[in-house]
């Protein structure tokens, strides 16, 4: 299996092309980064307000990014994953800039 076949569209996993993708640079502040790429899934909310709430709440309680996945995946098949792209090449070129 290559290391991208989920991101390209490769579908070396059963049902791996349609797993939805959130791709996040972590940069100066990782846990805003992870709310941001994560309020652009369907049960995450995506107004400021959703997005404060989910950051407070990945900071207090570690089960949180579970349960949060749960919700974007309510609505999909049984075997649907959600993959999570930490973006560490951009993100560290990023933390270095500022």
Do not use: Y
Not at 58 to 84: D, F, G, P, S, Y
């Amino acid at each position: 299996m290559r290391g991208n076949s989920v991101i390209d569209g490769d579908d070396d996993l059963p049902g791996s092309s349609r797993w939805p993708v959130a791709i996040f640079r972590p940069g100066a502040n990782p846990l805003e980064s992870l709310a941001v790429a994560l309020s652009a899934r369907p049960g995450v909310g995506n107004s400021p307000a959703a997005l404060i709430d989910l950051i407070s709440t990945l900071k207090k309680n570690e089960n949180a990014l579970h349960l949060t996945t749960c919700l974007t995946l309510a609505q999909a098949a049984l075997e649907c994953r959600l993959v999570l792209l930490v973006d560490l090449i951009r993100g560290g070129l990023h933390a270095v800039q500022q």
